[in-house]
């Protein structure tokens, strides 16, 4: 990209609920292209500026899916103030690994773990108010918010989220293509 | 109690129907009649004596709603669910039953004595709120009669012994005319045909062709047609099949049919057989008219012993024809006629691809005529009338009279036979109907009109019907109207296409989602979007159909729709608040942290 | 020309011959139209929908539509991709498919149509069915997680292995796959490894243990090339002879 002389600055937050921090890193494997992206953007709320709470903002990436009552917080939290928000990853957009508990039952989980599992569970299911509550099931972030874009993978590549953010950033509807597309 | 004597049950079912395959599905019910359920065991045993893999078999038994594999159970109450039971308060006497008989709705009870649930519309609309107990139809259900039943399975009697009056179903015809009210005598027309020296069989199927006699089954395919290019087909054998899969909801014109001019259809189906040249045909009776098995078989016995079926009919030596009856067992999809075929064939019933089509590849893909019980009727009395003089009656291109089944908001529901024409805004009066706010032409696969329209005309050129008519007064809410229609074609797709199996489920999450007071404008295109998918791709009517209810009601009723929104803007599908509380009641916490509120 | 009957795909003319259907003709001229269910080795089958395209101005699956002369067919147009894209979606959604962690990843004709029609997610609620997983065969795993319901492993055991290993069972939403046996247990039919229905399965349901993600990434079946390429080179074969190319197993 060539960077034009004077140009506003689209403001980026992020974040990772149900997920690895896989596509954050992904997002680092830009590489150098992280420093030309940084003339088009400036980031709000990321793990990368320890900014806690997300501003008024131009895009929003979230990565991860919605597992407890905290994550659905930070996701209403960046539906609120992004513009554009934008699932990242598998787990963003179908639920992914953590998603496989959803043919589990919640209690038999926290019971299995908790209390039938002695070794693991010395003082019973954890029942500490700064902890917040898992949900009954594990969902894709789309089914809790209106979701703009959506970019699969697990991780998405590099080279995906770098074509999907250059898209956007130039105005173009994303798309990925033969190659970038990828559910694994 | 199978696994003990299930070769000796099996014995006589698979000797009664001479061990042929494609007698599996009645083996089958005959299995889920005498058992209370079709026991793995049993489905080992029939794949083996049939050899037919076992797959195959368990596949067919898992089709049907009527065969039940999972356990046995003394007493199964499967109420009606059509839209017009709901409205006659059938969700509150299922309730009350479930409370009587201390049993979760859906469950067999611990110890195996009874099981409640839904069943798609049984077609005693006229008459509802209706149910099966072990297949057999009950009508007019009221907590008196429920107490009755509630009695009957406390002291465990068997249903065979249940009082006769409890049993008893009325034929209410509130308008004939030249079908109901013709008189046809038993043999009558069959006479008039074979002992004529003018030349059938040729004679009738130029009858038939005059007449401009279309389809009753809602498709109006010209009968003459039809029965002339299955004539022209080559094949070793060719086969008259009755389509008495009377499943649109709302619909229950044949039954009534069966019951009072038996005669009429046999002798309809007969004269095609001679037209044909087929020696074999099948009446396919829907499984919620089991009660009609016994009544049915006698008037064939009688026929046989008449010279009206079996060998030289009417004295005649190159013609034999005989018939028998298959019942269904619980499948909306089998009345679309490939369907049909395949589960006489004793298979899933599931639409086959066309071309080619039964006319040519039908019945164990050999030439094969489908038409609908009241097409059978009507023919017969062309055969004895003429094809002119039923031409004159009518409209232009809807030739003779239709049987409508009327039901929902008016004073006389029942049978109404008319001429083709007729204005939707004259039934309403002859039935009784007021303050009508829509009208449910044809089913939930057909058109829902609204009252701006209600002089158009029961025709094929304008407001075609297979004949149901359900009606809807003011105070009816259209929006339930089109969702309870959603879930039927949920429940009844045979799930073969993707776009039908999966979109009538989505469908009906989605009306559930509005329903609940979750929805958005965000699901009203949602319903737009999976409209369009049904329409463009599903692989027969029903899956093309089952986007009509929530189409017509949503350019007719949109208000209904709009009032159930929460916000404009993006809701959840389900309670986020709901969702936490398995977690509530696992930690005991019921602090502001463990709840989630509203506000995004 | 003058002679061979043809009709138009897209407005260029396909040659047919009697008796094939729109789908049959169009990839042995080299054209594709995508589809799941369909299978160059079986008789058309019609139900999963993708090959769905407009002939004559009314929608048909090209897979069992008769090629007719002079029948116009649109197929690679924005308004039927968008009609494929919402099915592949669809089967997206009924079903578990967490690519992440299937062995078929890479070589799946679903994940491969997804890519090719630009499939980002499910577009609607995730189903989240409670499917149940088969590993009781020493050789071979059943995972109905990812069942599509295309029957191609029902047609191909019935038809070329003759053993009707596999049927369908339930009706609607609830229809699933089911085994020959009373036990439900892959292991107790007369299923083997060198078995059509095993070779034929387009996702990730029946699986050979012990192979694992044999192939990097980079190197699988979907990776150097879309399915609307890797399909041409598939199709068409003649019947049940020799290798299926169409098949995953294929040398």
Redesign the interface.
């Known amino acids: 990209m060539t960077v034009p002389a004077e140009i506003k600055k689209l403001r980026v937050a992020t974040t990772s609920l149900a997920g690895c921090f896989g596509c954050h890193m992904s997002f680092l494997d830009i590489d150098e292209r992280l420093l030309e992206l940084l003339h088009y953007i400036e980031f709000d709320r990321t793990p990368l500026t320890d900014i806690k709470h997300c501003g008024p903002c131009d895009i929003g990436l979230v990565e991860g899916g919605i597992c407890n009552a905290e994550n659905v917080h930070v996701l209403r939290e960046f539906r609120k103030n992004c513009k554009m928000l934008v699932a990242i990853g598998a787990c963003a957009v179908t639920g992914g690994l953590p998603a496989q508990r959803n043919h589990l039952d919640l209690a038999d989980c926290l019971q299995e773990v908790y209390v039938t599992e002695t070794s693991l569970g010395k003082g019973g299911i954890p029942n500490d108010p700064e902890l917040p509550l898992p949900l009954d099931r594990v969902y894709p972030i789309q089914e809790v918010v209106k979701v703009d874009y959506f970019v699969p993978g697990c991780p998405p590549s590099a080279d995906a989220i770098w074509k999907f953010l250059t898209d956007l950033l130039a105005g173009r509807t994303p798309r990925l293509g033969h190659g970038l597309i990828s559910y694994d | 109690m199978f696994e003990q004597n299930g070769m000796a049950l099996l014995e006589p079912i698979l000797r009664r129907h001479a061990g042929d395959p494609t007698r599996l599905l009645q083996m089958l019910r005959e299995v889920q009649e005498r058992e209370g359920w079709v026991a793995?065991?049993a489905?080992?045993q029939l794949a083996d004596s049939l050899s037919l893999?076992?797959?195959?078999v368990?596949?067919a038994?898992?089709?049907y709603?009527f065969l039940h594999t999972d356990r046995p159970c003394r007493y199964r109450i499967l109420f009606s669910d059509n839209i017009t039971d709901q409205m006659q308060g059938s969700g509150g006497l299922l309730d009350y039953l479930c409370g009587r008989l201390l049993v979760e709705k859906d469950h067999v009870s611990e110890d195996g004595l009874v099981q409640v649930k839904t069943t798609s519309c049984t077609g005693l609309c006229d008459q509802g709120p209706g149910l099966l107990v072990n297949g057999r139809a009950i009508a007019a259900i009221t907590r008196e009669r429920l107490d009755c039943i509630v009695d009957l399975i406390l002291e465990q009697r068997p249903v065979a012994q249940w009082p006769a009056e409890l049993f008893v179903i009325q034929d209410y015809i509130r308008r004939e005319d030249i079908l109901l009210g013709c008189g046809l005598k038993p043999g009558e027309a069959l006479r008039a045909v074979i002992v004529n020296p003018q030349g059938p069989p040729l004679g009738v199927l130029e009858e038939i062709k005059a007449s401009g006699l279309r389809g009753r089954g809602g498709a109006g395919f010209p009968t003459g047609l039809k029965w002339e290019a299955c004539r022209n087909a080559k094949g070793e054998r060719h086969y008259i099949v009755c389509n008495a899969d009377e499943g649109e909801p709302g619909t229950f014109k044949d039954r009534v049919l069966l019951s009072r001019h038996a005669d009429q259809v046999f002798e309809g189906m007969t004269l095609c057989a001679y037209t044909i040249g087929a020696a074999e045909g099948f009446l396919y009776l829907r499984g919620e008219y089991r009660f009609l098995l016994e009544p049915l078989e006698a008037v064939l016995a009688r026929r046989r012993t008449q010279g009206l079926l079996g060998r030289n009919i009417c004295g005649r030596e190159d013609f034999d024809f005989d018939i028998q009856i298959h019942l269904g067992a619980g499948?909306y999809v089998c009345g679309e006629e490939s369907a049909l075929i395949e589960s006489l064939e004793g298979k899933?019933g599931i639409p086959r691809?066309r071309?080619p089509y039964p006319v040519t590849h039908g019945y164990l893909q050999r030439p094969t005529t489908v038409n609908n019980v009241e097409t059978f009727c009507a023919a017969a009395l062309i055969a004895l009338k003429g094809g002119d003089w039923y031409r004159a009656i009518g409209t232009p291109r809807s030739a003779g009279t239709k049987l409508l089944s009327i039901s929902g908001d008016c004073a006389r529901p029942g049978i109404y036979e008319y001429p083709f024409g007729i204005t939707v805004r004259q039934i309403l009066a002859d039935c009784g109907a007021e303050n009508t706010q829509a009208v449910q032409v044809s089913g939930p696969s057909g058109h829902c009109i609204d009252a701006s329209e209600f002089d158009r005309r029961i025709a094929f050129e304008d407001l075609p019907s297979a004949g149901s008519f359900m009606i809807f007064d003011e105070g009816r809410d259209m929006f339930e109207v089109a969702r309870s229609f959603v879930g039927f074609f949920?429940?009844?797709?045979?799930?073969?296409?993707?776009?039908c199996?999966?979109?009538?489920?989505?469908l009906k999450?989605v009306m559930e989602k509005i329903a609940t007071g979750h929805g958005t404008p965000?699901d009203l295109g949602e319903i737009d979007?999976l409209n369009?998918?049904l329409h463009?791709?599903?692989?027969c009517g029903l899956g093309q159909g089952a986007c009509n209810p929530t189409l017509d009601t949503l350019k007719r009723f949109r208000p209904t729709y709009e009032k159930r929104l929460k916000s404009l803007?993006?809701e959840?599908?389900?309670d986020?608040d709901g969702?936490?509380?398995?977690?509530?009641?696992?930690?005991?916490?019921d602090?502001a942290?463990?709840?989630?509120g509203n506000?995004? | 020309m003058s002679d061979s009957q043809h009709f138009l795909l897209d407005g260029e003319e396909v040659p047919f011959t009697p008796g094939q259907t729109v789908m049959q003709a169009a990839l042995s001229a080299g054209r594709y139209i995508p589809h799941l269910c369909y299978h160059p080795e079986f008789k058309p089958h019609g139900s999963c929908k993708v090959c769905t395209v407009k002939a004559g101005g009314r929608t048909a699956a090209s897979c069992t539509l008769p090629a007719q002369s002079g029948l116009e067919v649109e197929s690679a147009t924005e308004e039927m991709n968008a009609l494929r894209r919402t099915l592949v979606q669809m089967l997206f959604a009924e079903g578990n498919h967490f690519c992440p962690s299937c062995e078929k990843s890479g070589n799946c004709v679903l994940q491969a149509l997804g890519y090719d029609l630009g499939v980002t997610n499910a577009g609607f609620r995730h189903l989240f069915p409670d499917r149940p997983v088969d590993a009781s065969h020493p050789d071979l795993l059943l995972d109905f997680n990812r069942c599509i319901l295309c029957e191609l492993c029902v047609r191909a055991s019935c038809e070329v292995d003759g053993k009707c290993v596999f049927s369908l069972s339930g009706r609607g939403i609830d229809k699933h796959l089911i085994v020959n046996n009373a036990s439900g247990r892959l292991e107790d039919t007369d299923i083997a490894l060198d078995d059509k229905a095993v070779a034929v399965c387009p996702v990730g349901v029946i699986l050979k243990k012990r192979v694992g993600f044999a192939l990097p990434i980079g190197q699988r079946r979907y990776d150097a090339r879309p399915i609307s390429a890797q399909a041409l080179e598939d199709a068409p074969r003649p019947s049940t002879q020799g290798p299926c190319n169409a098949c995953e197993d294929a040398p």
């Not at chain 2, 199996?501 to 989505?506: I, P």
């Not at chain 2, 969702?579 to 916490?589: F, I, K, S, Y």
């Not at chain 2, 942290?593 to 989630?596: M, P, V």
């Open positions: 793995p065991e489905i080992t893999p076992r797959a195959r368990e596949g038994a898992g089709f709603s499948a899933r691809n071309p949920a429940h009844e797709s045979c799930g073969f296409c993707t776009p199996r999966v979109g009538t489920s989505m999450g965000y979007k369009r998918v463009q791709s599903a692989h803007e993006f959840p599908a389900f986020l969702a936490l509380a398995q977690a509530r009641r696992m930690t005991g916490r602090d942290g463990a709840h989630l506000e995004a």
